[in-house]
C-alpha cells in the first residue's frame, strides 16, 4: 500500500527560465522544485517491483498513475489485478474488487505511508521548505539526469522509512525507490506516451 504512494508521481513541467551564463541555466534543487512547481496533471505508466525478504521473486503490478494539483494522487493498478487507491488530502481511500466496498485510511495515522505521500506531494508542489521541514533532502546530478534522496527526520517515520529516491530526467521522474529498515524496498518506473 505505501509503494502505491511512491507511484502517484508524474511528469514534470520543465521551466523556460535561463539564468546563467550565455543562456545555460544554473541548475540547483531551487530550480528543480520550480520545475515541479509547474507540473499540473499528468498520468505516465507505471511497472512496480516489490522486493520482499520473505520472498525469493519481487512482487510486480503494472497500471497508471494519475496526478492533479495540488493533492490529488491516484493509482489504477491493471495487472495482476484490478485495483484503486485514491488520495486526496489527509486520505486515503482503497477500491478493490475483493472487497464489498471501499475502504479509508486517515495518513496521519499510517507514519510509512504518510512519509512517501508527504514526499511525493511536496516535490510535485515543489515545496522546499516543506521538504527540508520533514526531510533530510539531497541532490546530486543535472537537469539532464537528476536524484533526489530524502531521508525523515521524525523518529517514528525513521524506524518505518529509511530513505525514498526519485530520479529523473529533464521533465520526467522516471523511478521512485523507497527503502525500508526491514530490508524490503520497492522500485517504481514510470513512462508517458510520447506526445
Request: proline residues 6%.
Amino acid at each position: 500500500m505505501a509503494c502505491f504512494l511512491i507511484a502517484c508521481t508524474c511528469a514534470i513541467a520543465r521551466s523556460d527560465e535561463k539564468n546563467g551564463p550565455a543562456g545555460q541555466r544554473q541548475w540547483s534543487l531551487s530550480t528543480l522544485m520550480k520545475d515541479l512547481a509547474q507540473v499540473k496533471s499528468d498520468n505516465p505508466r507505471f511497472v512496480q517491483r516489490q522486493y520482499l525478504r520473505s520472498m525469493t521473486k519481487p512482487l510486480v503490478s503494472s497500471g497508471v498513475l494519475l496526478y492533479r494539483r495540488p493533492d490529488y494522487l491516484e493509482q489504477k493498478t491493471e495487472f495482476p489485478s484490478s485495483q484503486r487507491a485514491i488520495i486526496q488530502g489527509n486520505k486515503l481511500t482503497l477500491y478493490s474488487s475483493a472487497w464489498k466496498g471501499p475502504r479509508t485510511l486517515s495518513l496521519q495515522n499510517t507514519p510509512g505511508i504518510w512519509a512517501v505521500v508527504e514526499s511525493l506531494r511536496a516535490t510535485l508542489s515543489g515545496k522546499l521548505p516543506v521538504l527540508l521541514r520533514d526531510f533530510n533532502v539531497k541532490m546530486n546530478g543535472s537537469d539532464k539526469h537528476w536524484q533526489l534522496e530524502f531521508k525523515p527526520r521524525d523518529k517514528a517515520l525513521k524506524k518505518e522509512v529509511a530513505a525514498i529516491l526519485l530520479s529523473g530526467s529533464g521533465r520526467w521522474i522516471g523511478r521512485i525507490e523507497i527503502h525500508y529498515l526491514a530490508g524490503n524496498y520497492s522500485v517504481t518506473q514510470l513512462r508517458r506516451s510520447p506526445p
